[in-house]
């Protein structure tokens, strides 16, 4: 079955970069999303990447996906106190003929804690 | 501004007493989405509606049920709530096309006596 692993905690200083990895099972999924938590909140997307893609660079987030080791990272430069929240990685399952189908398949999230 | 808003935020029930969590959307989204995620762990999909069309997950326990009567609300119903239900449940809209990209409501966390 599907699976998505990511490491549960990292803890970084303010004003250095954080680094959020995770890897996953299905080799056909079509999107790869990072999602972002904060204490009580819903889930927001930060950014996605398509599957053909390798790079993708939004502000001073870079996501970065390695599909031969369905490895998939995230990079905030420049980290701040308000980044502290749970990151959840999620992919999504590719329907029998292609395309999404829809249902995403979310890791259980890393917590990062910025240090001031 | 277009949102996903869910109702109440905050839901307390008694064991074996039901109780219905409510959705709705100004996206026009035409997916809508129930996810229950318990502390520490992942979101999980319980079912979603594209349109009409109701769709369960295999191990979605009978115990909850889903109704959409029009686009814009979806509520969930937990016919007998145990202590095991006890989460926060988060419902999700999509256009589902292209990125299949999914905007999350608050969520509303369930606490189950």
């Known amino acids: 079955g599907e699976d998505v692993e990511q490491s549960l905690f990292l803890s970084v200083r303010e004003g250095d970069s954080s680094v959020i990895n995770c890897t996953y099972t299905?080799?056909?999924?079509?999107?790869l999303y990072w999602y972002k938590q904060e204490p009580g909140a819903g889930l927001q997307l930060l950014t996605y990447?398509?599957?053909?893609?390798d790079m993708k660079q939004d502000q001073r987030l870079t996501v970065l996906l390695n599909k031969k080791d369905k490895h998939l990272s995230l990079r905030i430069a420049d980290t701040q106190t308000g980044d502290s929240a749970i990151y959840f990685c999620?992919?999504?399952?590719?329907?029998?003929?292609?395309?999404?189908?829809?249902?995403?398949?979310f890791g259980k999230g890393t917590k990062l804690s910025v240090k001031p | 501004d277009a949102m996903v808003i869910q109702n109440p935020r905050y839901q307390v029930t008694q064991f074996g007493k039901p109780v219905t969590l409510s959705c709705s959307q100004t996206?026009?989204?035409?997916?809508m989405y129930w996810y229950q995620q318990k502390s520490s762990q992942a979101p999980k999909l319980l079912f979603h509606?594209?349109?009409?069309?109701?769709?369960n997950e295999a191990d979605t326990p009978d115990n909850f049920q889903s109704r959409r009567p029009n686009t814009s609300f979806c509520f969930l119903d937990i016919r007998s709530p145990g202590l095991g239900d006890a989460a926060m449940y988060l419902c999700?809209?999509?256009?589902?096309?292209?990125?299949?990209?999914?905007?999350f409501g608050p969520g509303t966390r369930l606490t189950v006596l």
């Open positions: 999700a809209t999509s256009r589902m096309s292209g990125d299949n990209e999914q905007f």
């Open positions: 299905d080799s056909s999924s079509t999107y």
């Open positions: 990447i398509f599957s053909n893609m």
């Open positions: 999620a992919e999504s399952i590719t329907a029998v003929g292609g395309g999404s189908q829809g249902n995403l398949i």
């Open positions: 996206l026009n989204h035409n997916v």
């Open positions: 509606y594209y349109d009409k069309d109701f769709n």
